[in-house]
């Protein structure tokens, strides 16, 4: 990410999801634009996919530190396929929020925060919370 913007591109079969990630982490009043890199840009975010039976993660988040650090999101194959629509849609924006900056939320019972950043893909929602939004102001306005 660089001057509060985004630019991704994208090599996963996973296009419903990931617009969908970007949509939702661009709701009104969000400050960070998310865009399609282009020729004129720097990219900041590649979308990919990998399979990993033996990895129990549906998405994994990395940074590639360097002068143009470079976010990834990595959808795995061999967890991804097995979900429903709703439940891919959960992992994409999850690991977006990542790529924000937004760490793990949880909690159990009376504490337990609704949170698209929830650890497992099973309990949170597919979209920002209101929970998810505040911490999204404290970091970026
Ligand atoms: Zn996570």
New binding site residues.
């Given amino acids: 990410m660089d001057e509060g913007e985004i630019r991704w591109t994208a090599s996963t079969k996973y296009k419903a999801e990931y617009q969908h990630a970007n949509r939702a982490w661009s709701y009104s009043g969000a400050k960070i634009k998310i865009a399609p890199d282009s020729a004129t840009t720097v990219n900041d975010l590649n979308y990919e996919d990998f399979s990993d039976a033996r990895n129990a993660?549906a998405?994994v988040?990395s940074r590639h530190p360097g002068i143009a650090a470079t976010d990834l999101i990595r959808f795995n194959k061999a967890r991804m396929d097995t979900f429903d629509a709703a439940t891919r849609r959960m992992v994409a924006a999850?690991?977006l929020?990542?790529a924000l900056g937004l760490c793990?939320k949880s909690g159990s019972g009376k504490n337990a925060v609704k949170s698209v950043?929830w650890?497992e893909a099973a309990r949170y929602p597919d979209v920002p919370t209101d929970v998810d939004k505040a911490n999204y102001r404290r970091l970026w306005g």
Avoid: I, L, S, V
């Fill in positions: 993660a998405g988040w999850h690991e929020g990542h793990h950043m650890p």
